[in-house]
Each structure stands twice: as structure tokens, then as C-alpha cells.
């Protein structure tokens, strides 16, 4: 019981260490973003889709807020690396050394996908979102007043989810590499991740069919490709625990030689 306990503290203090780990390294990307988050609301702001719009600021200190937001963004795009580190670095330890190695090498990739996720967001599916916006308005011939708060707000409502999203193929790939996940289940409830998708495009994009299925499409696309991908993770935790498991018996049966000749020996 003491031994257990013992264990959870010891887990307890190293989540500790990795959040402030993570805190410290959080801390130095704002102080980043202070200087970058200039550039990236004036590139925002010059973009196609704000020139459409006079951005107004409805408040004193939206200026200020907007500003604050685009710093908390820039430091955690910055800092999701070391995010993704530290979160290794805490289950490393339940791993064998080639699950450490390899896992490790998945880092790089998810923040691949995490930037790939914002540019598809940004460049392919907002333009089109605006777009929509703005011929609804018209047709319906309502004067838009857009705030530059709310304008920011729905730019990073749409962004930052696909960012998240555009890691299934990473988490799905190290879930069935450690096989927690047998992709086999993934197929059988296809139907229903396929559900799950279909909502959530709902909630990131505009009540109309094509832009629905303009955000669907790309993600069931996106699950296929981790299903594809997690089964030649599975494979390969097949084929390392059919070694390891060899490798036991080579050793019990080496252990057993090595008894029966230590009998002999006394004989």
C-alpha cells in the first residue's frame, strides 16, 4: 500500500515538473509573441478577407485584447512543441526503449499537422466561410459593422479546431504503436466517428450544405488516412511483441539450462 502510494506521488511531482516545465518555456513564447504579434494582426488585417470589411474597434480596449489574444496565440504555437515533449517525457518511462525512440520521432510530425490544420483552415476554408458571409448579406441587404474583436474571435474559432483536428493521424498512429488501439476498431465504428465528424464540421463552419460538406469531406478523408496509418503502427507493435515475448522465452529457457547444469555441477 505505502509502495503505491509512494508511486502516485512520484507520479504526482513528475506531472509537476513537466507543467512547469511547460509553464517556464510558455513564458518565454509570449514574451516572443510581444514582438511578433504585431506583424501577424497587421498581415491578418491586410488579408483579402478583412479588406472586405471596415474593422471597427466597439470597445476602448479591444485594441488591447486583440493584441493579448494574438500573443496567447503566437506563444502557444510556439510552445506546442515543448507541450508535445513533455507530454512524451511523462509516459516515456512505461516504454520500452524502442517505443521511446520511435514515439519520439512523432513529435516533429504533429506539429507538422498542427500548422497544416491552421493553413488548410485559413487559406482554403475561411475564404470561402467569409464569402458566404458576405453574399448572405447581401442578399438579404444587411449593412455588415464588423468589430475587429469579433472578427478575430471567429477567425481563431475556425482556425485553431482544425489545428487539433489534424493530429488524429498522429494520435491514432502512437495509440495502436503502444497497441492501446487495434485499428480493426476503428473500421467497426466507422459509422459513427463518421457521425462525429459530421458534427463537428457543423459547429466550424456556416449552415449550408456545401461549405458542411466542403469541412466533412476533408475530414473523413483525414480519419481514413489515420486508420491506413495506425494499422502499419499496429503491425509493427505485432512484430515487437512477438519478439519481446521471444525473447522471454529464449531467456526462460537459457534460465532452465543454466539450473540443470548448476544441479549437474553439484552432483
Known sequence: MNEKQLSIIEHIEELRKRLMIIVVFFLFALVAGFFLGPPVI??????DEAEQFTLNAFNVADPMIIYLKVIVFV?????????LYQLWAFIAPGLSPTERRVTLSYIP??????????????????????SFMTSLSDTLEIQQTI??????NFLFQITVPFGVVFQLPVVLLFLSRLGILNPEVLVKFRKYSYFVLF???????PPD?????FTTVPLIILYEISVSISRVGYKKYLKAEEKRQEEEREAERER???EQQERLNAE
Not at 42 to 47: D, G, K
Not at 199 to 205: L, M, R, S
Open 42 to 47: 497587421q498581415f491578418l488585417q491586410n488579408s
Open 75 to 83: 506563444g502557444f504555437v510556439l510552445v506546442s512543441p515543448v507541450i
Open 109 to 130: 510530425y504533429a506539429f507538422l499537422l498542427f500548422l497544416a490544420g491552421i493553413s488548410f483552415s485559413y487559406f482554403i476554408l475561411f475564404p470561402y466561410v467569409i
Open 147 to 152: 468589430g475587429i474583436n469579433e472578427y478575430f
Open 199 to 205: 458534427v463537428i464540421a457543423a459547429f466550424i463552419t
Open 209 to 213: 450544405l456545401f461549405s458542411h460538406l
Open 256 to 258: 532452465i539450462l543454466k
